[in-house]
Structure formats: structure tokens, C-alpha cells
């Protein structure tokens, strides 16, 4: 049995064009941010060659999405004048993109003002993988494996904020399952350092699977990460 505290910088996108927040607004520009993933591992040698992986995670997404104004109107002059901080469901008519009609549900009333804004939304989940991971090379020094498996995610945060000139509105996105799953593949490349430490990095792919409803949204995120941690074998 192997122990493996592991950090990663990752990224997240999509592999369609769609936004995470509503259909209508998959004209927008939606985009990943940079952001991190930090746990624990455990890892059991099966024999020489495979090997079981499991333990704890959490797993960090951020998007932002531009190319977007609001309508003031549809909250009320009041907020518009003064910075509205809340937590609640977004108003019709309050998020407009350029291609938006009246029909849409976050269409901008023709009537009021335009204001340039974005969605920036923070999403963190608990990861729970479980892996098997195949030793192709090996040296006295190094070793290189391929890893795949399945991880279970369990939301544990979800915040999504719209921020314009004196105007932040802060809500959750009603879209996200609160249980989902993710395929990962991957490698991993281990360094020993004596007999007991090895240094290994554990660049991942992480499709997942069901994180939206898909009457909701048509948003298929995935996330690159390189993890990187200290093997302790005990």
C-alpha cells in the first residue's frame, strides 16, 4: 500500500460550444480558467505490473463567459444604482446576448439600457477516483504506467456571479447534478528517491459524463490536470 498526497494546476473547457449556465446564451463566449485540485491517494499492487488507485479529492472549475449585457430594468432601478449582492434566481430579461430575442428567456428588453457584464461561475466538487493503473516501463529508477478508471464527483459548491458596472449578482446554476462521474485516462511518471519516497507526475484527462441536465443545457465539460506528489510507500 502506497499513500500519494497529489496537487495539480488544471483547466477546464468544453467539447461543445454550448454555455454551462442556459441554451440561450451559447452564442456568448464561454471559456475555462485555470485553477487547481488538491487530496490524497491510495494506491495497492495488485502484482508486478497492475495496480489499484482510490482516494480523495477536490476538484476545482471555473468559466467565465463574455460577450454578454444586462438589463437593469428587469431587477429594478434600485439595484442598478447600488451594488446588489445576493444569492437567488436570475430575473427575466436581466442577461441578454447579441443574437437574444424577446422570446428568449434571458432576452434584453428593448426598452432599457444596455450594460456590458460577465458570468463568472465557480464550481468545486469532492472526487472520489477509482483507477488501475498498468506499469509498461520500468528501470531501477523510474517507472511509467498508464492509468484509467472513473471518478465520482459530489458537488460542493456552486456560485455563479454576474458582475457589471455597479451591478454584482450572485446566484447558483440550477443546471449542475449533484452526483456525477467523469472517465479519466492518463499517465503517470514516478521518480524513486530512496526506498520508501518516489516523486511521481500524473498528467490526467477527466471527461465528465452527466454534470449538467441535459434539458437544461448542452455543456460537456472535461479537465486537463498535471498532478504532482510524493509516493510514501508503508
Known sequence: ????????????????????????????????????????????????????????????????????????????????????????????????????????????????AAVPAQINESISFLEIPVEVAYTFLESSKFRSKIVTGFSSLILQQNNTNINAENISFSTENKSINSINFSGNIGLDFQYSINSQFELSINPMFKAQLNTFSKESVEFEPYTIGVYTGIIYKF
Open 1 to 112: 500500500m502506497v499513500y500519494i498526497p497529489v496537487f495539480a494546476i488544471t483547466n477546464s473547457n468544453s467539447f461543445s460550444n454550448a454555455s454551462p449556465l442556459d441554451n440561450t446564451l451559447n452564442e456568448a463566449n464561454t471559456s475555462g480558467r485555470n485553477n487547481y485540485s488538491y487530496g490524497v491517494k491510495l494506491a495497492y499492487q495488485l502484482d508486478t505490473k497492475w495496480e489499484l488507485q482510490s482516494g480523495v479529492l477536490v476538484q476545482n472549475m471555473n468559466f467565465q463567459t463574455t460577450n454578454i449585457t444586462v438589463n437593469p430594468g428587469a431587477i429594478g432601478t434600485e439595484i442598478f444604482k447600488n451594488k446588489y449582492l445576493g444569492k437567488t434566481e436570475i430575473p427575466r430579461g436581466f442577461v441578454n446576448i447579441p443574437s437574444a430575442t424577446a422570446e428568449t428567456p434571458f432576452a434584453l428588453d428593448s426598452q432599457s
